[in-house]
């Protein structure tokens, strides 16, 4: 359904369609529009899932580790050295990771990086931390590295079943991510129920090492210029995780939770459903007014 209008000189030029839902932490549903329940591929917003995985499976890490293994990251130095710490942890180097060569995410990290004459590495990669946090496992559970990206590998079985467990949903689909990553489709109530599960888990649990990762280091998730960690850093105790293809999870402390996709996978009016969302979750608007903008308007169903 219509989430946004992209406004010009007050008349309509653009349309974002989506679909979101809202989570009460009883799991009922605040607010949901569009079809919060069709399957989807999640993309990167399923890595707090699968760093909960690994985290099952007794990969003990720092809180830098684990948000780390739950970011897409934008490829800042800090970035690099939190990833390649968890390999060096386990005696993996960069040459270990599954993951392609790229260069940084960050506009601004990438003009640099080939400024400096420098050339794409797996480490720059977004998803190196997640990367490198499976191989860690692997390492720990004397599992064979070779092929860990394989479905029928272990490690992935274990993250498989866990996400089924958090979601409380059969995968109905397996694709490959872009990482190389099996990519587990879930409904967006699926997601917003793991996401709360996270956000409410016990301390010690190995949600919690996840959720508490995230939420002391959140630049680690994302990046010093990306919306996601401004959010975090702006909403107390928020765990976020954004995806291609403008996919976003969101979990209040109280376990409030929100999903959503916009359908044209526009980054452009995810951020703005994300703060109405949030709106119906809760939230000041005061805190969610830098996550708004004059020329996107949220529909009426939306709006809170």
Not at 58 to 72: D, F, T, V
Not at 206 to 233: F, K, W, Y
Not at 266 to 295: I, K, Q
């Amino acid at each position: 359904m219509p989430l946004v209008h992209l406004l010009r000189d007050g008349m309509v030029e653009g349309v974002h369609h989506g679909s979101v839902v809202v989570l009460a932490p009883d799991g009922s549903t605040i607010f949901e529009a569009g079809d919060p329940d069709v399957a989807m591929y999640p993309r990167s917003t399923a890595k707090p899932l699968q760093a909960t995985a690994m985290a099952r499976l007794g990969l003990r890490l720092g809180p830098p580790g684990y948000a780390i293994a739950a970011a897409s990251h934008s490829g800042e130095p800090r970035h690099l050295e939190a990833a390649g710490a968890v390999l060096a942890s386990r005696g993996f180097t960069e040459d270990d990771l599954g993951n392609p060569a790229d260069l940084p995410y960050d506009p601004a990290e990438r003009d640099t990086w080939v400024a400096a004459g420098r050339r794409p590495s797996r480490l720059a990669h977004n998803c190196s931390g997640k990367h490198a946090a499976m191989l860690a496992v692997c390492g720990e559970q004397r599992w064979d590295t070779d092929g860990y990206l394989d479905p029928a590998h272990p490690l992935q079985r274990a993250i498989r079943e866990t996400v089924e467990d958090m979601t409380g949903q059969t995968v109905p689909r397996v694709a490959e991510d872009g990482c190389g990553a099996p990519l587990f489709a879930l409904s967006l109530r699926g997601l917003a129920r793991a996401a709360s599960q996270i956000a409410t888990a016990p301390d010690g649990s190995p949600e919690a090492l996840v959720a508490n990762g995230i939420r002391q280091h959140p630049d680690l998730v994302a990046g010093s210029r990306r919306d996601v960690t401004r959010l975090m850093q702006a909403v107390p105790g928020l765990i976020a995780k954004d995806g291609f293809e403008a996919v976003q999870l969101a979990a209040l402390p109280n376990g409030t939770a929100v999903a959503l996709k916009i359908a044209d996978g526009s980054d452009r009016a995810r951020p703005a459903v994300l703060a109405a969302a949030l709106a119906r979750a809760g939230v000041s608007a005061e805190l969610l007014t830098p996550f708004t903008s004059p020329t996107l308007r949220i529909t009426r169903e939306l709006a809170a």
